[in-house]
């Protein structure tokens, strides 16, 4: 490879995309995220530094000193992407969340990097805020490509759908093709299959973050009359939500389900750890999945630390640092992508 490389992260989080980088041989300087739970995990299990930061808040100059030295430079980020899912009218921010994007095309044309690649929802490319961050690349004279992936087509057990962008002063820049077809898919089983069996509520005795949410009574009679792939529907009467006997309830059959072992999980949510909020019940324990099992199906390593050893686990934390990561897997793709791409070209 000609000269040297560097990355910065931008919105790194927990450091999936980042971690994903660094196990291809990408190497990634530092990392910015406006949540202070990101600092451990992330630099802990990274070689990156992590800045505690909003991206409005920095300057191509910032970015600059993150770079010297490198001949090579590539500016990575995953813009929030609540503003444009098809959750966002639950959120009454999305004007100025939108703007983050245009700040990412400000740092883009503020320091001009060699390579960018931008990851996020499918429903962004609808949105007008994304046209102009594509005529800004073509204003810059970036050639580039956006890719509408499944993640399974990459080793990632979940059915995750994300749309990848990646630009290059070079030329013309490609993701690599599919790693998994249909029939090596990962699945449930192949990932959490061999995880230590607990009860609901229970925490392992050896590694902490894999601990599971505690059930109510109602919940635990619920989960056991489930079946994998089930629904709610499958239950008698009286287990039945009084919001899902309504009509406006009807439409959400996936929530108090159960995985199915041979098949990949659904979406990893910041919320997966409940079991009323989505198919996250385990195929066959009587208990949501744990944070650890989460964190797999994400493609973190085992060893992956989330929590400093003299703090607590807080659900709600860890599992929004897990469910907003960038899968680890699908980090390796783009970074395998960019490093063929330079390879390529110089």
């Known amino acids: 490879m000609a000269g040297s490389v560097s990355t910065v992260d931008l919105f790194c989080g927990a450091g999936g995309l980042t971690h994903g980088f660094e ?87 503020e320091c001009e990097p060699e390579i960018i690649s931008m990851e996020n929802v499918l429903q962004l490319k609808h949105h007008p805020v994304f046209q102009e961050f594509l005529e800004k690349l073509e204003t810059l004279n970036y050639s580039f490509e956006f890719y509408e992936v499944n993640c399974l087509d990459y080793g990632i057990p979940q059915s995750r759908k994300r749309l990848i962008l990646l630009a290059s002063k070079f030329g013309k820049i490609n993701l690599i093709p599919p790693t998994h077809d249909a029939e090596r898919y990962e699945t449930v089983r192949k990932t959490i299959e061999h995880v230590e069996s607990l009860a609901a509520g229970q ?30 529907r499958d239950w008698s009467k009286d287990l039945i939500a009084e919001c899902h006997l309504k009509k406006s309830g009807k ?88 490093l063929n791409h330079i390879e390529q070209f110089t």
């Not at 925490?203 to 079946?227: E, F, G």
């Not at 686990?313 to 992508?337: D, E, H, M, T, Y």
Request: net charge positive; glycine share 8%.
């Open 23 to 109: 196990q291809a041989g990408l190497p990634v300087k530092a990392g910015y995220d406006i949540d202070p739970a990101c600092k451990f995990p992330y630099e802990q299990n990274n070689k990156a530094k992590f800045i505690l930061q909003g991206v409005e808040d920095v300057s191509g100059s910032d970015l600059t000193e993150h770079f010297s030295g490198s001949s090579i430079r590539v500016l990575a980020g995953c813009a929030p992407c609540q503003p444009f899912s098809s959750y966002s009218r639950r959120y009454n921010d999305r004007e100025s969340k939108w703007k983050l994007l245009q700040d990412f095309a400000r740092l883009v044309q």
């Open 203 to 232: 925490t392992s005795k050896t590694d902490r973050l894999h601990q599971c949410s505690r059930l109510s009574d109602l919940n635990l009679r619920r989960i056991r009359a489930s079946k994998p792939g089930g629904t709610w």
């Open 251 to 338: 439409t959400y059959p996936g929530v108090y389900g159960r995985m199915e072992w041979d098949k990949p999980s659904p979406t990893i949510t910041t919320q997966c750890f409940g079991f009323g909020n989505g198919r996250f019940g385990h195929p066959e324990q009587d208990r949501a999945i744990s944070l650890r099992e989460a964190a797999l199906l994400q493609t973190f390593p085992a060893e992956y630390n989330f929590v400093a050893p003299d703090e607590p686990v807080i659900f709600s934390r860890v599992g929004r640092l897990i469910g907003n990561a960038v899968p680890v897997k699908l980090g390796q793709a783009i970074a395998q992508s960019i």
